[in-house]
């Protein structure tokens, strides 16, 4: 089957730094996306990784090593609005997978 | 660029009924359009995938004769949900992705439909 793991949950304060680790077992892999979604919304595209390596977008960066199964999404400079759950998402055969999900509490 | 509208945003029904959600890509052409149910607290399942003019793929597990996709169109799929029961009352989601150059692999979602079966 196909799977994606994330960690339920992560906190962190305004200004600091956090990564959501995403590993993965998908079959037909191409490359892996990161959505936000906040509560009551649709998800929204961040990035996406088809090659190795470090994709940087502002203040969001994403990864992927592809020889581990394993992808992150680094978020920096944290504001209260990056309160919000945040999916990884396999692409593969034309379709995405979604991750578990990890919620992300950014308090004050 | 690439926004894909929902409709209706919220929807309350009885049990036993049918209804339909709209999803449109608006500023683009949609060759495939995919649909997901959320549940609350939960992540996005892939229900079905829809092609334009052919019949919908759907996941394992998904009911084809309860949630009915049609993609009659470039811009317009649809899915009904019949004879609808509480246990069907979810966040359901599409998206589409954009036939452009190096951009298949992105799908952009709308805004989504939240049903709710009495």
């Known amino acids: 089957g196909q799977s994606l793991e994330q960690p339920s949950e992560v906190t962190a304060v305004e200004g600091a730094i956090v990564q959501i680790n995403c590993t993965y077992q998908t079959s037909g892999f191409y490359g892996l996306s990161w959505y936000q979604q906040h509560d009551g919304g649709a998800p929204t595209f961040l990035s996406y990784n088809a090659l190795d390596g470090l994709e940087e977008t502002g203040r969001f960066s994403s990864f992927l090593s592809r020889s581990d199964s394993y992808g992150y999404l680094l978020l920096q400079e944290l504001q209260m609005k990056d309160s919000a759950s945040y999916f990884c998402a396999a692409s593969g055969f034309q379709k995405l997978v979604f991750g578990t999900g990890t919620r992300l509490l950014v308090s004050p | 660029g690439a926004v894909v509208s929902q409709h209706p945003s919220r929807v309350i029904c009885k049990s036993g009924t049918s209804v339909k959600i709209e999803c449109r890509s608006l500023d683009f052409q949609a060759t495939t359009m995919f649909w997901y149910r959320q549940f609350p607290k939960q992540s996005l399942m892939l229900m079905a995938t829809s092609n334009e003019g052919s019949k919908a793929t759907y996941e394992q597990g998904v009911e084809k004769d309860k949630f009915l996709i049609n993609h009659a169109s470039l811009t317009l799929s649809t899915l009904t949900v019949t004879s609808a029961h509480p246990e069907d009352s979810s966040f359901y989601i599409c998206?589409?992705?954009?036939?452009?150059?190096?951009?298949?692999?992105?799908?952009?979602f709308g805004p989504g439909t939240r049903l709710t079966v009495l």
């Open positions: 998206s589409a992705s954009a036939p452009l150059a190096g951009d298949s692999d992105t799908q952009y």
